[in-house]
């Protein structure tokens, strides 16, 4: 039941909801020395929500929920940090804890106004000047979070990866400076500057690389552009299929809700899938990239601490582009804007955040019956629900596809620039790196993501079951296995915490799958589920004990299952911002006590990701390198759920310059000719 006056309790906080919170906060407690560090919604108990979305009918479903906003406080300068929660809907403080030895995600403003504050640091000029730099308005600097060391206790510091232009819009990358600047954000000043030392070479410092390698446009030359592309074009005459009611969305038989926040980016929620005979099946109570680890492998300062959590750290929310229509998105596009908060605690608009659109998914099924010569297809459509981060040199497009037969994937396309470091001219970059211009060194490093499913197959106590496919143990000549070709799945269901630990195994093609086991399919005699399938299954080199490990062991697994807990979010940690790696953040004190799994409500925690060994065709610009996970239903329908998808036809997709029509061409069977 919900109230048409009274926003969706999942719905993103507002402009005005978050100028209601600087002021309440401001009215109870002043301002000074406050910064915003984020300002987000507090979600409702799930237990309420599932009644609130009728998915539990075992008590009053409530028409109105308590809006309610988590607020993280930095006090400067003395770093202390304020955990704030306000009920929006009594306009009053319910919570007011102060945290010592914890630092939250650097803010977006913070990292712009340290950059803005390390070029202007004398230590900072000084090193330009060795280097033969004078002019600052060249110098660029990536601000990072500093990882973790002993000596650096209770400051919240940055390290900055410094580079110059030679002109205005140059590819900065190709052209690093070789030092690195310590900075203390809530003293707002440099505590440290690290020349890199050289190894195995006769210099002491390098000369900086001053050869331009362009990707712009306007800079590679208009007219050294390709010349033999001719368009492609998407249309939709008749307008998209899917229908948006705020923040809720119905495509197809799919409906969801579609949220936003500082740092996960993009959450979608409650997703339910009308199954063939109308009843409307739950699916996903909650998924988001609840966190990522970027660890690079070169052992040598001050490299050893580039470890990003690029959603704890920075927030993939504070990184969103605002997209644009025709380059980030093709088609017939629907774009939800979003607003966050600014350092000050006032709103901060992002326009176009969310791209929602359909495309082509090339064939959904087909076949041809090649003694009448019928053929029948039918394509697949996809409903698409993305946003693209900036987190400095990188960018990700973060994708949802939902798809007709009820599908679930999601994919990460990681893309733009490498993190580049400058060699002397007798310099190596092997073992850690590839040189992919003259003294710039790409360093090895993973990008690993860990997203949190909470789902609801069929209600909402779940349990999963791990999927091997075996070769028979039985040798050639047995009467079982006589010409030996026997193989068969074995299903192991987790019932522990300490069983749900699971590795990807490509030699046993291993999958998983999320099942109801009170819902046993009436002709498979299985429970229902949704089989989880990894693309990219990369897992954490860097080996345990070391400090990047033990800060994101989430990392070291490709599966684990934990029981629901509300305040369970972010495997490292809610704050993950230079955490100790002794500290056992997140998943590793969630899991210390062995902790029952099965047919419980629980949370799946997905590991995948790439290990890049740079190229140099990633330089000076990386084309796309793609990773994810797939959600398929297995024996959760009594057949195909897509069969009623109208077969395709040049009506449908407008292609042109065919000489017949589209599904109906016969063949002989015995030539294969056309007749």
């Not at 939709?236 to 969801?256: A, C, H, L, Y």
């Not at 300062?301 to 750290?313: L, N, Q, S, Y």
Request: charged share 20%.
């Amino acid at each position: 039941m919900t109230n048409d006056n009274y926003p969706h309790p999942f719905d993103n906080l507002s402009g005005e909801e978050i100028r209601l919170v600087t002021s309440i906060i401001r009215k109870e407690h002043g301002s000074i020395g406050y910064i915003f560090s984020s300002i987000s919604l507090k979600e409702p108990p799930k237990g309420i929500m599932l009644s609130y979305l009728g998915w539990d009918n075992a008590s009053n479903t409530p028409s109105i929920i308590d809006r309610e906003a988590l607020v993280v406080l930095v006090d400067r300068p003395s770093g202390l940090v304020h955990e704030v929660v306000i009920n929006l809907s009594k306009h009053s403080i319910i919570q007011w804890k102060k945290l010592q030895g914890v630092q939250p995600t650097l803010h977006a403003d913070e990292m712009m106004e340290a950059e803005e504050m390390i070029l202007q640091d004398p230590g900072v000029i000084d090193q330009c000047k060795q280097l033969g730099i004078d002019d600052m308005k060249t110098v660029f600097a990536d601000t990072w979070g500093i990882g973790w060391q002993d000596t650096i206790k209770n400051r919240r510091l940055i390290q900055a990866f410094l580079y110059i232009r030679t002109s205005p819009g140059d590819n900065q990358y190709a052209h690093p400076l070789d030092f690195v600047p310590i900075y203390d954000v809530n003293a707002k000043q440099v505590v440290g500057i690290e020349v890199i030392k050289r190894r195995n070479s006769k210099h002491k410092r390098p000369t900086i690389p001053l050869a331009n390698h362009p990707f712009l446009p306007e800079q590679v030359g208009y007219d050294n552009l390709r010349k033999d592309l001719k368009p492609i074009e998407i249309t939709q005459p008749q307008g998209v299929s899917f229908t948006i009611r705020g923040q809720e969305i119905d495509w197809q038989k799919w409906n969801m809700h579609i949220g936003f926040n500082y740092r996960e980016g993009l959450v979608i929620r409650n997703v339910n899938y009308r199954d063939m005979d109308g009843t409307v099946r739950p699916i996903v109570y909650r998924m988001a990239l609840a966190e990522m680890v970027v660890p690079y492998g070169n052992p040598y300062e001050p490299h050893i601490r580039k470890m990003a959590f690029d959603v704890g750290e920075y927030g993939l929310g504070y990184q969103t582009n605002s997209l644009e229509l025709g380059c980030d998105c093709v088609g017939r596009i629907h774009y939800m804007d979003v607003v966050l908060s600014d350092m000050k605690g006032d709103p901060w608009y992002i326009p176009s955040a969310i791209c929602i659109h359909e495309e082509d998914a090339g064939l959904l099924f087909k076949h041809t019956d090649y003694r009448n010569g019928r053929s029948h297809v039918v394509r697949s459509r996809r409903l698409v629900i993305s946003h693209i981060v900036t987190v400095a040199n990188y960018d990700y497009g973060l994708y949802y596809y939902f798809y007709q037969d009820g599908t679930i994937q999601y994919e990460v396309k990681a893309t733009g620039e490498l993190n580049t470091h400058v060699l002397a001219e007798d310099e190596d970059a092997a073992p850690y790196g590839t040189i992919v211009a003259p003294q710039i060194d790409a360093q090895h490093h993973q990008h690993l993501f860990n997203m949190r499913i909470d789902p609801m197959v069929d209600g909402i106590h779940n349990s999963v079951a791990e999927l091997d496919v075996v070769v028979s143990e039985l040798p050639v000549g047995h009467p079982d296995n006589k010409v030996g070709n026997s193989f068969y799945p074995i299903t192991k269901i987790f019932n522990t915490t300490n069983e749900a630990q699971s590795m990807a195994c490509g030699e046993k093609n291993r999958t998983w799958k999320i099942i109801n086991e009170s819902k046993i399919h009436p002709w498979a005699k299985q429970p229902v589920g949704f089989k989880v399938t990894l693309q990219g299954n990369s897992t954490m080199l860097p080996k345990p004990g070391s400090v990047v490990y033990e800060r994101a062991r989430f990392a070291s697994k490709s599966l684990w299952v934990t029981p629901f807990k509300q305040d369970q979010m972010y495997p490292g940690g809610f704050y993950c911002c230079q955490s100790d790696p002794n500290a056992n953040l997140g998943l590793p004190t969630w899991i210390q006590e062995t902790q029952n799994v099965r047919d419980k409500d629980i949370v799946c925690w997905i590991t995948f990701g790439l290990a890049h060994i740079p190229r140099v065709e990633d330089f000076p610009i990386m084309p796309t390198e793609s990773c994810g996970w797939t959600l398929k239903p297995v024996n959760f329908f009594c057949g195909n759920p897509a069969v009623d998808v109208p077969p395709s036809d040049k009506s449908l997709t407008k292609s042109q310059y065919a000489d017949m029509p589209c599904c109906r061409t016969k063949y002989s069977r015995s030539s294969f000719r056309r007749l």
